[in-house]
C-alpha cells in the first residue's frame, strides 16, 4: 500500500510544547511539537469523542479535555482509565519547512 502525503501545515504554524488541530482529506488530526519532533494522531479521543487539540500536552503525553484519559502522541497508546483504546498515528516528514502527514 502506498502512502498518501497530504501538505498539513508549515512547521512555524506549530507551537513548540504545544498542539495543534488541522482537517485534512475529512479527517481531524492533532499535530504535536514536542522536543523539536513533530508527531500526528487522530484529533478524536477514543473514549468520548473529544477533539485532542483542546486537551493538555505535558511532554508526549495528551490529556483529553473532557474525562483526563491520557495518549501518548509517539505511539498513540491509551496511558490511563478510561481509556481502552489508542489512537490511530499517522507518519509525518519535514520538507521545506512544511510538515506532510501520510495517510493510508
Request: glycine residues 8%; negative net charge; proline residues 4%.
Amino acid at each position: 500500500m502506498n502512502d498518501f502525503w497530504i501538505d498539513a501545515a508549515a512547521l512555524d504554524e506549530l507551537p513548540a510544547e504545544d498542539v495543534k488541530g488541522v482537517q485534512l482529506e475529512g479527517l481531524d488530526i492533532a499535530l504535536y511539537r514536542v522536543q523539536g519532533e513533530v508527531y500526528a494522531t487522530s484529533d478524536i479521543c477514543t473514549h468520548a469523542q473529544a477533539r485532542l487539540c483542546e486537551g493538555f500536552l505535558e511532554g508526549h503525553e495528551i490529556e483529553c479535555p473532557l474525562h483526563q484519559g491520557r495518549f501518548d502522541v509517539r505511539s498513540g497508546k491509551a496511558m490511563c482509565a478510561p481509556l481502552t483504546e489508542d489512537l490511530k498515528v499517522y507518519p509525518v516528514k519535514i520538507e521545506g519547512g512544511r510538515v506532510f502527514i501520510a495517510l493510508d
